[in-house]
């Protein structure tokens, strides 16, 4: 027997419909039809408009009823549609007042801000056909999609070692070797090399459907089309991006990101994504009618009192995050994500607008950030912010956290890149950085920190060592784009060289660097293909650049296989030592006998905090009853950025233990880094020589 709510009460040109439910939001499939529902509080009417799958003009364009509006939700049930052969949109009217914030047009096709999938660039780099009025379409999607058991690792936040990677620029140069390059299907296959080198937590720049066409051009430097790869300007927040997927031009986008998904998580690798809640990309008064801007352009953006728009992003708008209906919207999302993609956390790109109230101030308490820290469906989800703005709001310390909001620590990067390249003033700030950043987070502990010296914004690491400035003439700006504060050193030659000492110098900073990342408390965050060496070629800001300035270039893997082998044997070794991977500030006396830090210049016990020098060591004493280990467990490295040889004077030991190498950056492979149970004994344990811009680390057996 059908219930009472499954019969239509209406019919509209043949079509029958009835009063819709309000929520959820979007186009949801209910017996016998599609239950459609929008918002917006000034629109005075909307039309539902339904299209046959890639065909051009619509069949059917349905007026709500005033009797379908519950509230400011326009809602209405349709009957007898195929939901697998259609795409929609809506059209509302209302008033044109840009200085009042209104910019309803009726003649404009919008699509759901719900759509959980969207038509119109479902090939990547396929040139759209610009006459078309409508660039983008809603579909809707039945999630049937069988998990076997799959959920989210819900892996503790000290474990995580995460790996930043973009979908099509990590497989998409046909050095790859994969048969699907740069999908989703192609990083499965690349799912063997993840785990061999050890990162267990993979964090994907933006997959929210964008347009690879948005502001896109011919570069005059290179003759090449330079296009909006990185995607941080989303056309839609519930929809992956099906020019990532083999399977998108056959509408199977959906399915192929979550059997990535299932099978990183069948692997032990977590999946953290991009996302940017911070504009649309809808841009400025001057830019398109795709969503907000058409359906309630006050309601969903940051306006100025005589309508134009606040521009904290960069990118001509700013989402109104902490208005309700935007505010519930993200939490919407979000939670889509975690239980219907499984997904284990979020990275939020510029965070602090998140943070900026209805006129664009930063709040104290903004209810948006602590609605996601306190959300249940949320509840074991990692929660990253990007804790800055374009508007120029520096919250790297100090953004708003409930005990559950970690941050992309800017501070960390810059000093280290700072200590590396031979900066003085730095020993105090660096000894802050491998301690998980007390001075930042001492309320907080060492995992608010997320670690990194690169990113996807920026210097690769071999850049960092290649080049002192930036190379961005391919972007087509002049090179005036990007940061201009790198502080890198190219060792005495600009970009590639032959020369063999430069390279031999070059990839011992390399290794310093990666030593140091993974030696110091809080969360490490490591930029994919930094591990064999990739460059940009000196371009630090490229997110326009489709070729071989963003693809990994695998080719790099076998030619700097010391490299590889180095980043792998140190992922190994802080998993294996847990008092790198604390959640608490301690420094104090243990178990031990030791305390769990203690600081030392070149004499054993004997620092000056106020010193400014290039030579420090640090000991790490882990008991073993704090930390479950079979043994107390020591760690000394040793950290020379001077430019002469140094000798360090090491803390004696308990008797029954000697100090063993387990990492000498000074060295040559193989004698550079060992493998549990091939650290080599110390000639002489009272003291080690540490050679000109190397790190020793030793561990005590």
């Given amino acids: 027997m059908l219930r009472v709510d499954t019969y239509p009460t209406h019919e509209y040109e043949g079509i029958k419909i009835r009063r819709g439910k309000a929520l959820p939001f979007g186009a949801t499939i209910v017996p016998g039809g599609v239950n459609f529902s929008i918002f917006s509080k000034h629109a005075t009417s909307c039309e539902l408009v339904l299209f046959k799958k890639h065909e051009q003009e619509p069949y059917a364009i349905i007026p709500f009823p005033d009797e379908f509006r519950i509230g400011n939700v326009f809602t209405m049930m349709v009957f007898d549609i195929n939901h697998e052969d259609i795409e929609y949109g809506y059209r509302m009217d209302g008033p044109y007042k840009p200085k009042e914030g209104h910019r309803f047009n009726k003649n404009k096709i919008l699509l759901d801000p719900y759509a959980k999938a969207i038509a119109g660039r479902e090939e990547w780099g396929e040139e759209p056909d610009w006459d078309k009025e409508v660039q983008y379409r809603s579909r809707i999607v039945l999630d049937d999609f069988d998990w076997q058991g799959d959920k989210s690792l819900e892996r503790d936040m000290k474990d995580l070692i995460i790996y930043e990677a973009h979908v099509r620029g990590f497989t998409r140069h046909s050095s790859s070797n994969v048969k699907y390059p740069g999908s989703f299907a192609a990083i499965r296959e690349k799912i063997p090399y993840l785990k061999e080198l050890g990162v267990n937590c993979i964090e994907l720049l933006p997959v929210f459907e964008f347009d690879e066409f948005e502001h896109s051009k011919i570069s005059e430097e290179t003759g090449e089309r330079l296009m909006n790869y990185w995607g941080y300007s989303a056309v839609g927040f519930f929809a992956p991006k099906a020019g990532y997927a083999a399977t998108g031009k056959y509408g199977m986008q959906v399915d192929e990101f979550k059997n990535l998904i299932k099978e990183l998580h069948e692997n032990g690798i977590e999946v953290i994504l991009d996302v940017v809640f911070n504009h649309t990309a809808e841009g400025n008064e001057k830019g398109p009618y795709?969503?907000?801007?058409?359906?309630?352009?006050?309601?969903?953006?940051?306006?100025?009192?005589?309508?134009?728009?606040?521009?904290?992003?960069?990118?001509?708008?700013?989402?109104?995050?902490?208005?309700?209906?935007?505010?519930?919207?993200?939490?919407?999302?979000?939670?889509?994500?975690?239980?219907?993609?499984?997904?284990?956390?979020?990275?939020?790109?510029?965070?602090?607008?998140?943070?900026?109230?209805?006129?664009?101030?930063?709040?104290?308490?903004?209810?948006?950030?602590?609605?996601?820290?306190?959300?249940?469906?949320?509840?074991?989800?990692?929660?990253?912010?990007?804790?800055?703005?374009?508007?120029?709001?520096?919250?790297?310390?100090?953004?708003?956290?409930?005990?559950?909001?970690?941050?992309?620590?800017?501070?960390?990067?810059?000093?280290?890149?700072?200590?590396?390249?031979?900066?003085?003033?730095?020993?105090?700030?660096?000894?802050?950085?491998?301690?998980?950043?007390?001075?930042?987070?001492?309320?907080?502990?060492?995992?608010?920190?997320?670690?990194?010296?690169?990113?996807?914004?920026?210097?690769?690491?071999?850049?960092?060592?290649?080049?002192?400035?930036?190379?961005?003439?391919?972007?087509?700006?002049?090179?005036?784009?990007?940061?201009?504060?790198?502080?890198?050193?190219?060792?005495?030659?600009?970009?590639?060289?032959?020369?063999?000492?430069?390279?031999?110098?070059?990839?011992?900073?390399?290794?310093?660097?990666?030593?140091?990342?993974?030696?110091?408390?809080?969360?490490?965050?490591?930029?994919?293909?930094?591990?064999?060496?990739?460059?940009?070629?000196?371009?630090?800001?490229?997110?326009?650049?489709?070729?071989?300035?963003?693809?990994?270039?695998?080719?790099?893997?076998?030619?700097?296989?010391?490299?590889?082998?180095?980043?792998?044997?140190?992922?190994?070794?802080?998993?294996?030592?847990?008092?790198?991977?604390?959640?608490?500030?301690?420094?104090?006396?243990?178990?031990?006998?030791?305390?769990?830090?203690?600081?030392?210049?070149?004499?054993?016990?004997?620092?000056?905090?106020?010193?400014?020098?290039?030579?420090?060591?640090?000991?790490?004493?882990?008991?073993?009853?704090?930390?479950?280990?079979?043994?107390?467990?020591?760690?000394?490295?040793?950290?020379?950025?001077?430019?002469?040889?140094?000798?360090?004077?090491?803390?004696?030991?308990?008797?029954?233990?000697?100090?063993?190498?387990?990492?000498?950056?000074?060295?040559?492979?193989?004698?550079?880094?060992?493998?549990?149970?091939?650290?080599?004994?110390?000639?002489?344990?009272?003291?080690?020589?540490v050679a000109s811009r190397s790190i020793i680390v030793l561990i005590a057996k």
């Fill in 290 to 689: 795709i969503s907000y801007r058409g359906i309630d352009n006050k309601t969903y953006y940051l306006l100025t009192p005589d309508g134009s728009y606040y521009n904290f992003s960069g990118c001509g708008n700013t989402l109104n995050c902490n208005n309700p209906i935007v505010r519930n919207m993200i939490l919407d999302c979000l939670r889509y994500w975690v239980s219907e993609y499984h997904i284990d956390g979020f990275r939020f790109d510029l965070a602090s607008i998140l943070s900026r109230d209805q006129k664009g101030a930063p709040m104290v308490n903004p209810p948006l950030l602590e609605t996601l820290a306190y959300d249940p469906i949320l509840g074991k989800s990692k929660l990253i912010a990007e804790a800055w703005d374009a508007g120029g709001l520096y919250q790297v310390g100090s953004f708003p956290d409930w005990g559950r909001w970690a941050e992309w620590n800017g501070q960390y990067r810059d000093d280290v890149r700072r200590f590396l390249k031979g900066n003085g003033q730095m020993a105090g700030r660096i000894i802050q950085r491998i301690q998980g950043s007390p001075d930042l987070y001492n309320d907080r502990g060492p995992i608010a920190s997320v670690n990194f010296i690169t990113c996807h914004d920026g210097f690769t690491l071999m850049d960092l060592v290649s080049y002192n400035r930036k190379h961005n003439k391919a972007n087509g700006e002049n090179n005036r784009d990007g940061s201009d504060e790198n502080y890198s050193w190219n060792f005495g030659h600009e970009g590639k060289t032959d020369n063999p000492e430069i390279k031999r110098n070059r990839i011992k900073q390399i290794k310093n660097a990666v030593t140091i990342l993974l030696l110091s408390r809080g969360v490490p965050m490591l930029l994919s293909g930094d591990e064999f060496g990739n460059t940009q070629f000196g371009n630090n800001n490229a997110y326009c650049q489709d070729n071989e300035i963003s693809w990994l270039n695998w080719e790099l893997l076998e030619e700097n296989k010391e490299i590889f082998e180095y980043f792998k044997q140190m992922i190994s070794f802080r998993k294996r030592h847990p008092v790198l991977k604390t959640e608490h500030f301690r420094t104090a006396y243990n178990a031990s006998g030791y305390p769990e830090i203690s600081w030392h210049s070149q004499q054993a016990w004997n620092f000056d905090f106020s010193a400014d020098t290039l030579t420090l060591a640090v000991m790490f004493a882990g008991a073993a009853e704090e930390y479950n280990t079979k043994d107390d467990q020591f760690i000394y490295a040793a950290i020379n950025m001077h430019w002469e040889l140094h000798g360090f004077e090491l803390p004696e030991l308990p008797e029954d233990k000697n100090w063993y190498v387990f990492a000498n950056t000074g060295m040559n492979s193989p004698e550079d880094i060992w493998e549990e149970g091939q650290e080599k004994k110390l000639n002489k344990q009272s003291e080690v020589l």
